[in-house]
T-cell receptor, first 116, second 111 residues
Framework: DAGITQSPRHKVTETGTPVTLRCHQT?????MYWYRQDPGHGLRLIHY???????DKGEVSDGYSVSRSKTEDFLLTLESATSSQTSVYFC???????????????FGPGTRLLVL | SQQGEEDPQALSIQEGENATMNCSYK?????LQWYRQNSGRGLVHLIL?????REKHSGRLRVTLDTSKKSSSLLITASRAADTASYFC???????????FGKGTLLTVNP
């Protein structure tokens, strides 16, 4: 599982509240990604990071911000949650893992977020 | 926007049969990958095929890539009930190893 954990695993929150999701990895991977998964849309990239303090937007970045102050943690923040952000959020890493191709991504277990 | 599009959206077969899923994409790629997702779990990488490769095998999996048609297929031979999952193709266009995923094919293998 490439040592990826996500927290919390489940969260229920109210519209307008801030929410921060954490992705933690233990193997010093350089690249980290945040996706959301919704029925009918598959996985869509929100933001990604290519190093400490180096981040960039993905396909669906509006309403989200990220931070990466150290290699092992990549935080996704919803500044003011909306019902349209109800989704399953997946974190992933990408870097050579014992014989794997560098481009392969390894995913965390996901966080289910419900915004009421 | 989605780069890869899987076909069919859903597939139901009997154990022991072969399952074929297709993926079409729009722009040039460095590689194409297939992932599996069991219900409620994260995605698991299955196989990667590079743009200069035409076919690749891994166990019961066979992947083909036709860059002229911008399409790929995933064949699972001698399917098992445990193969029941959603299967996604993902394309790497070469920037920071970002992947663009399709919407997936839901495979059900009936015992």
């Amino acid at each position: 599982d490439a040592g990826i954990t996500q927290s919390p695993r489940h969260k229920v929150t109210e519209t307008g509240t801030p929410v921060t999701l954490r992705c933690h990895q233990t193997e010093n991977h350089r690249y980290m990604y945040w996706y959301r998964q919704d029925p009918g849309h598959g996985l869509r990239l929100i933001h990604y990071s290519y190093g400490v303090k180096d981040t960039d937007k993905g396909e669906v970045s509006d309403g989200y911000s990220v931070s990466r102050s150290k290699t092992e943690d990549f935080l996704l923040t919803l500044e003011s949650a909306t019902s349209s952000q109800t989704s399953v959020y997946f974190c992933a890493i990408s870097e050579s893992v014992q014989g794997a191709d560098q481009e392969t991504q390894y995913f965390g277990p996901g966080t289910r977020l419900l915004v009421l | 926007s989605q780069q890869g599009e899987e076909d069919p959206q859903a597939l139901s077969i009997q154990e022991g049969e072969n399952a074929t899923m297709n993926c079409s994409y729009k722009t040039s790629i460095n590689n194409l990958q297939w992932y599996r997702q069991n219900s409620g779990r994260g995605l698991v990488h299955l196989i990667l095929i590079r743009s200069n490769e035409r076919e690749k095998h891994s166990g019961r999996l066979r992947v083909t890539l036709d860059t002229s048609k911008k399409s790929s297929s995933l064949l699972i031979t001698a399917s098992r009930a445990a193969d029941t999952a959603s299967y996604f193709c993902a394309t790497d266009e070469g920037s920071n190893y970002k992947l663009t995923f399709g919407k997936g094919t839901l495979l059900t293998v009936n015992p």
